[in-house]
């Protein structure tokens, strides 16, 4: 297992830009392909992006591409999510997991770990 650190949110206004890392305890984080996923106050969790374990392969949500970079750096044990050109609608806590087994990059059933999130807030 790993434990994972979420930091970078904020209050930024829209069009501005933030970045996320993600933190991972242990050795053996270059085992786990990692995610982000992001939840607005009375809504479901839901998707953003996702990196492979060697971060050669990345996906994102239609919702986000285009604007959010997601990557990673093993050995540092810290993924990144660089989101640009915010919008009031991308509001929400923000929380990275890692999936061990390498499938189900979009599901959030699939990943064992979770971060505790941080929170995102973009003014209109």
């Known amino acids: 297992q790993v434990q994972l650190v979420e930091s970078g949110g904020g209050l930024v206004e829209a069009g501005g830009s933030l970045r996320l890392s993600c933190v991972a305890s242990g050795r053996t984080f270059s085992r786990y392909g990692m995610g982000w996923f992001r939840q607005a106050p009375g809504k479901e969790r839901e998707f953003v992006a996702a990196?492979?374990?060697?971060?050669?392969?990345?996906y994102y949500a239609d919702s986000v591409k285009g604007r959010f970079t997601i990557s990673r750096d093993n050995a540092k044990n810290t993924a990144y999510l660089q989101m640009n050109s915010l919008k009031p609608e991308d509001t929400a806590v923000y929380y990275c997991?890692?999936?061990?087994?390498?499938?189900?990059?979009?599901?959030?059933?699939?990943?064992?770990?979770w971060g505790e999130g941080t929170q995102v807030t973009v003014s209109s």
């Open positions: 997991a890692a999936l061990s087994t390498g499938l189900g990059y979009y599901d959030a059933a699939a990943y064992d770990n």
């Open positions: 990196v492979g374990k060697s971060g050669r392969n990345t």
